[in-house]
């Protein structure tokens, strides 16, 4: 028996997106993005000059937004109040507002809501930082993904290199160490191991023999 829903957590550039992907559609699960959610409000709250520290202009509109994770034709798409963010969402600014975002009380109740919701019509890959802990409890398969900070600043770099971005791959390095420090150490569902999540060290692995090793454990999840 395959588990029916498959919770990936772990610190920002592990893989867990792209390993996340390649799990549902192998196994035809519904994939949902949760740090995709984070970013569009984050990515809302910087188009209309929203303070990032106002806790309650942020959670008004995280329980206004309308958030879609369309898995199509052409790819997998990210719209927020029906407009296609996928690419802007993805941008540097966006990911840091995302974390202060992603701290307060009011948004991360209105996202798991609508997480938890998302996960009651199937089968699904869920991934993002408190999924085995918190949005999804009960998963059968929970993965802690992680890699070392290096490894993880040198796949953040060349994803935004392919995308004709200017890096400075110290810099990365340090921002995704600030991001890991502010979302392991929030008050509010931090980003800590489930006590029965697996905890797989992806920083010798190439992206395939990760797949093939989750998908043997989402295997004996049942
Ligand atoms: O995985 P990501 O880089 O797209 O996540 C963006 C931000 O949202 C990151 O700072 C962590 C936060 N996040 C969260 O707090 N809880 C989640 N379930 C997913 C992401």
């Known amino acids: 028996m395959?588990?029916?829903q498959i919770a990936i957590d772990g610190p920002a550039g592990a893989g867990k997106s792209t390993v996340a992907k390649a799990l549902a559609a192998r196994l035809g699960?519904?994939?949902?993005?949760?740090?995709?959610?984070?970013?569009?409000i984050a990515w809302l709250a910087l188009q209309q000059g929203i303070d990032l520290s106002d806790e309650a202009a942020l959670t008004a509109l995280a329980e206004t937004a309308r958030v879609d994770l369309v898995n199509?034709?052409?790819g997998y798409r990210v719209y927020c109040n029906d407009q296609d963010v996928s690419e802007e969402i993805r941008r540097p600014q966006v990911?840091?507002?995302?974390?202060?975002?992603?701290?307060?009380?009011g948004v991360r109740r209105a996202l798991v809501r609508q997480q938890q919701a998302l996960a009651a019509r199937g089968c699904?890959?869920?991934?993002?930082?408190?999924?085995?802990?918190?949005?999804?409890p009960h998963a059968q398969c929970k993965i802690f993904l992680t890699a070392p900070l290096s490894v993880r600043a040198a796949r953040r770099?060349?994803?935004l290199r392919d995308k004709g971005l200017d890096v400075d791959i110290s810099q990365i390095e340090a921002e995704i160490?600030?991001?890991?420090?502010?979302?392991?150490?929030?008050?509010?569902?931090p980003l800590i191991q489930a006590a029965d999540a697996i905890y797989?060290?992806?920083?010798?692995?190439?992206?395939?023999?990760?797949?093939?090793?989750?998908?043997?454990?989402?295997?004996?999840?049942e």
């Open 2 to 4: 395959v588990a029916k």
């Open 29 to 40: 699960y519904l994939y949902i993005d949760t740090g995709a959610m984070y970013r569009c």
């Open 72 to 74: 199509g034709a052409g």
């Open 95 to 105: 990911g840091a507002a995302a974390s202060p975002v992603s701290a307060v009380d």
């Open 124 to 136: 699904v890959v869920m991934d993002g930082r408190d999924i085995g802990t918190k949005v999804l």
């Open 157 to 159: 770099a060349s994803e």
């Open 177 to 189: 160490a600030e991001r890991d420090r502010r979302d392991s150490t929030r008050a509010n569902s």
């Open 200 to 221: 797989v060290d992806t920083g010798d692995m190439t992206v395939e023999q990760v797949i093939d090793h989750l998908l043997q454990l989402a295997k004996q999840g």
